[in-house]
């Protein structure tokens, strides 16, 4: 299976189309072929995960490569590239979106556009696995914009109503202008590396210094507006919260699991790009690990203010992945890539849950939950194990990886761990905050909240149990092996290793546990007691910090007041000024100046010389005409005679010539 | 091998079929007259094909006559539909063309 990875993108896309053609006459209205073909890709990727684990080491990269045309000396083609950090991406994304298609059985159920919306996740899972497998830039260009796509038709799922339409272009058109930095970035290294797409070359033409630094830098920071855009990184994190007008299961599967990783995965997979670019080796700071120490702190601030407990996931999304770019700006690649995996299976199971929520109770808002403990159980259950991953609790998932990422940054970066654990006392403050609001006191709404229906609830408690276990594959309670640092780890063939792998430190851990209970403890103390609550309004610090975050720190207004304004209103009114006085001006000059001259050239040169010339021709063209009009006869014998006395003198010539 | 007959033979048959396109008033021979010039060819291809030992001589002349059979096909439509409009197939009397 590992050469033949291609097949694993290709089942969904011939799924999305056969979707769309028969879906409607079905029994299932087309979701059982998506789950079908979803299920399918997942199995393959399954096969080629063990068949990646069973190669002998050092494992080698397995590539296939076929040309589509050539052009210039320049190869254009389409490929897989398959190594540890595509196994695990196949994994993930398959896995989860298998989850969010079983669960939205129940949750889309009786939708108006059911077998669209079904059509859609299967060209997103096939959009996304196209980049998994990539091997050039063009490719992974290509899935990167379907992507896309398919994040703006999902986001607008329900475009009846207005906000919806908005918000799908609002991320649209944020992510695109990230994307033009993109595009640029693989124009520079696709002119750097010697006209080449392959990002194995690119890469090792990075590591070897065979490109100049000056290049490099240009080439990754370009890449990097891509990542800031697709990730929804500082200053472009704004589209992620407006996202959530979408459907709950696109959220859990495209912006929490997959598609918003989509940045961090460029990042990993060209990383002897950064690596150089950004001198990442030399321990100071970076522009990777600045903007993404910077959005996880600006965004767990802000998950702290939210009432739509899809905003909460998506602050905390931004967040978390802020964690991941900030792992791979100080060198911990393996461990920003853990928490990449380890993040995609609890915030997808915290997504599903609220979606459960969702369904129950009729509303986003958490002002309108409370004491949903006792009327959904397993949602409870299921919802505490995602806080408490994301949270950072051992033994679950998030702690190994978090704790993975603050030790990589603890060689070097020391700035950038206490960021690290800042950021983990703040979610574990926020989730404890979440977590608080929904289950706990008494029910404040007015719907009858009741357990969500198997289709539902089965995805939340698989999720659950790997939300438990999956972050032991990064310890040594799995076999040498099987460790995620084992087999998936940044190789290029032909260069030198380059990244040291830091695995597991227990005064840290001890620490990020400490600090991660003394956010639990605090959030829950504000709830708790009587006296710390209503602080945002009676003290002035706190009211100021609370509307500054209610407003998202201004960001949107100063996009739009400070940008979107700027250009339309001082500018449209200075253009108008310079239109009305200094290009009327001049063009009624140059008006009455040509209208002398026009008149002088209509009496001389149009009336006599032009006009003379055109009738002239008129008149030669029909004495010509009733000349020439003899020869034509009608009589298809003459013109036969002409053909062959003309071919007789041609031959004639010829042969006289020669 | 003489090559010579042969050529001798098609120039003959063409250029019969030359003066008989050019002459004949009847539409339906001056169909034959074509089939004549070219079976003409025909002959040509197959004779140069055997001078020069290949095969690709006759696959020409058969593609011709597959060819021919189109046309001869077309052409005597025409002509039946210009004999139901006209009650006659002399193609002196077409100059409707006429410029």
Redesign the interface.
């Known amino acids: 299976m590992l050469r033949n990875a291609w097949l694993i993108p290709l089942i969904p896309a011939v799924s999305f189309f056969v979707i769309l053609a028969f879906g409607k006459r079905l029994p299932g209205k087309g979701a059982e072929i998506g789950i079908a073909a979803v299920g399918l890709s997942f199995v393959l990727s399954a096969v080629t995960a063990l068949q990646w684990l069973n190669l002998h080491e050092p494992r080698h990269p397995v590539a296939r490569h076929l040309t589509w045309f050539e052009m210039g000396g320049v190869e254009v083609g389409a490929g897989i590239h398959v190594d540890g950090l595509t196994v695990m991406m196949l994994l993930v994304v398959t896995f989860i979106s298998l989850m969010v298609h079983v669960y939205s059985i129940g949750y889309m159920h009786g939708d108006r556009r059911y077998t669209f919306f079904f059509a859609a996740l299967s060209l997103f899972t096939a959009s996304m696995l196209t980049l998994v497998v990539a091997d050039n830039t063009l490719q992974l260009l290509v899935g990167w914009e379907l992507v896309g796509m398919c994040s703006f038709l999902l986001i607008g799922h329900w475009w009846e109503e207005e906000a919806n339409s908005s918000a799908a272009i609002k991320a649209f058109l944020t992510t695109r202008t990230g994307d033009i930095g993109l595009m640029l970035g693989i124009i520079t290294l696709f002119f750097a590396a010697d006209r080449t797409f392959d990002i194995e070359t690119i890469n090792r033409l990075a590591l070897e210094n065979e490109m100049s630094h000056g290049i490099v830098l240009v080439g990754a920071a370009l890449l990097f507006c891509g990542v800031i855009g697709k990730s929804a990184q500082f200053p472009l994190h704004v589209w992620l919260p407006d996202a959530m007008a979408g459907p709950t299961p696109v959220s859990a599967l495209i912006h929490a699991a997959t598609m918003v990783v989509a940045g961090v995965y460029l990042v990993a997979r060209m990383y002897g790009v950064f690596w150089e670019g950004f001198s990442i080796h030399d321990g100071g700071i970076n522009a990777v690990a600045l903007i993404g120490g910077i959005t996880v702190l600006i965004a767990a601030a802000l998950a702290f203010v939210q009432d739509d407990v899809k905003k909460v996931l998506a602050y905390s999304t931004i967040s978390q992945l802020g964690y991941m770019v900030m792992a791979l700006g100080v060198g911990a690649w393996t461990a920003g890539v853990f928490h990449l995996f380890t993040h995609a299976f609890f915030k997808a199971l915290l997504f599903l849950g609220s979606g459960s929520l969702i369904h129950a109770v009729h509303s986003n808002n958490m002002s309108e939950m409370g004491g949903m403990r006792k009327s959904m159980p397993t949602t409870f259950w299921t919802f505490m194990v995602g806080s408490a991953a994301l949270a950072g609790i051992p033994p679950l998932a998030g702690f190994w990886s978090k704790d993975e990422i603050i030790n990589g940054a603890s060689h070097g970066y020391e700035l950038f761990m206490i960021v690290g654990l800042v950021g983990a006392a703040m979610t574990a403050a926020y989730m404890t905050r979440t977590c608080w609001l929904i289950f706990a006191g008494e029910y404040r709404g007015h719907a009858h909240p009741h357990e969500s229906p198997r289709s539902m609830a089965v995805p939340l408690q698989i999720l659950g149990v790997l939300s438990l276990v999956v972050g032991l594959l990064g310890t040594w309670v799995v076999g040498e092996k099987y460790r995620f640092s084992n087999w998936v780890h940044f190789h290029v063939e032909g260069a030198e290793e380059f990244l040291e792998h830091h695995s597991f430190n227990m005064s840290l851990a001890v620490i990020s546990v400490a600090v991660a209970l003394t956010g639990i403890a605090l959030a829950a103390a504000y709830y708790q007691r009587t006296a710390l609550r209503g602080l945002t309004q009676r003290n002035g610090l706190a009211r100021t910090g609370y509307t500054v975050l209610v407003n998202k720190y201004y960001l949107d207004d100063l996009y739009i007041d400070g940008i979107v304004r700027t250009i339309q209103y001082p500018i449209a009114k200075a253009a108008y000024w310079v239109n009305q006085k200094v290009i009327d001006g001049v063009v009624n000059g140059v008006g009455i100046g040509a209208k002398r001259t026009a008149r002088v050239v209509y009496d001389v040169v149009d009336q006599k010389g032009i006009d003379g010339l055109v009738n002239g021709a008129g008149w030669s063209a029909e004495e010509g005409g009733s000349v020439l009009r003899r020869t034509q006869t009608g009589r298809v014998q003459q013109y036969a005679a002409v053909l062959f006395g003309a071919s007789a003198l041609i031959a004639l010539g010829l042969v006289i010539l020669t | 091998m003489y090559l010579n007959q042969f050529l001798l033979l098609a120039a003959v048959l063409f250029s019969l079929g030359?003066y008989g396109?050019?002459?004949r008033k009847n539409g339906v021979l001056?169909l034959m007259s074509i089939e004549l010039m070219l079976n003409a060819v025909n002959i040509n291809l197959v004779a140069f094909g055997a001078f020069r030992d290949t095969v690709a001589g006759q696959v020409f002349a058969l593609f011709v006559i597959a060819i021919a059979a189109a046309e001869v096909g077309v052409g005597l439509a025409i002509i039946l539909l210009i004999f139901r409009n006209r009650a006659s197939i002399d193609?002196?009397h077409?100059?409707?063309?006429?410029?």
């Open positions: 030359v396109v050019l002459a001056v193609i002196d077409l100059d409707s063309m006429k410029g």
